[in-house]
């Protein structure tokens, strides 16, 4: 489905003059219930200024995501029926909440280790059902030109093996770019090993193909620690399944992520603007159990 010609209008110029503002979301599964406890904080410190209609994406001129990142970006920029975005960052956080465990059963089974190297051997340790199904409901139809402020989402095309970017600065000259919001978040959030990979096509307005897309992880080409002693006796087993997480896949996405840090923040020295460049960095290393006491424990700071 092409855009329509009354949106193929230059894209807006920034809304501070020639500052242009950027947040971009790192990706990690149930992690993201951090940055959308940080993104509901900062919400609603500008409301206390601009009212509480205030959303965080009339205040960004870019917001970028990847896997669950892009989740979040998506979530952010969606609009409602009257133009405004369709979830507040309260929201994302409420979101994370009730459906990660939904998301990501946690097996309390002593023999769940076995269980994940035999999956890891023969499947996606998830079947992505309940992903799929309520990333579908929240965001309906919408698509990538109705993002509220422009929008960058990375994934990975499989048979292609190139990355693909869902960007909202490449739509006019490659409209079949602008799929649904939610098949971008469930191509971009199929992590190797975790969820299933992702296919779909876009189309003109007459049904004809526009393009195909098989999709993974954006997080393998562009995302945000184990010792030797541990990992040098590791094989293709170890590497896949070792310390109950899969090692391979972390050391891809860990190492993509500190160089983008690195790079961005060489750039902003070089244009003598560090002190606009802001990462927020959680390492975090525990099961579900601790991650959420981390956010009660977050949210009772700021209360």
Not at 112 to 124: E, R
Not at 267 to 275: D, I, N, R, T
Request: proline residues 6%.
């Amino acid at each position: 489905m092409p855009l329509k010609e009354e949106l193929r209008s230059p894209l807006q110029p920034p809304t501070y003059g020639n500052l242009v503002t950027i947040l971009s979301i790192d990706g990690g599964g149930v992690r993201g219930i951090i940055p959308s406890v940080i993104l509901d904080f900062l919400e609603h410190e500008l409301q206390q200024l601009d009212g509480e209609d205030a959303r965080l994406a009339d205040y960004f001129d870019v917001i970028a995501g990847t896997s669950t990142g892009g989740l979040v970006t998506a979530m952010l920029t969606a609009p409602n029926e009257d133009g405004r975005p369709l979830f507040a960052a309260k929201d994302v956080k409420s979101f994370y909440l009730e459906h990660c465990p939904k998301i990501f059963p946690h097996d309390g089974n002593p023999l769940a280790p076995a269980t994940k190297v035999i999956k890891a051997l023969s499947g996606p340790q998830y079947d992505g059902e309940h992903l799929h199904m309520i990333i579908q409901e929240k965001l309906q139809e919408k698509r990538l030109h109705e993002a509220l402020t422009n929008i960058v989402i990375p994934t990975f095309d499989i048979k292609r093996l190139q990355s693909t970017i869902f960007s909202s600065y490449q739509l006019k000259k490659h409209p079949s770019l602008d799929a649904k919001l939610s098949d971008i978040c469930i191509g971009t959030s199929a992590a190797p090993t975790y969820l299933p990979s992702h296919s779909f096509q876009t189309e003109d307005s007459a049904g004809n193909l526009l393009k195909e897309f098989n999709l993974i992880d954006g997080g393998v080409a562009a995302n945000n620690p184990y010792d030797a002693a541990k990992s040098s006796s590791w094989g293709v087993l170890g590497w896949l399944a070792g310390g109950g997480s899969t090692p391979l896949v972390d050391v891809f996405s860990h190492a993509s992520s500190d160089m983008v840090d690195y790079h961005i923040s060489t750039v902003f020295q070089a244009l003598h603007s560090k002190e606009n460049y802001l990462r927020i960095q959680v390492f975090v290393d525990f099961v579900y159990k601790d991650l959420f006491k981390l956010v009660q424990t977050t949210l009772f700071i700021r209360a």
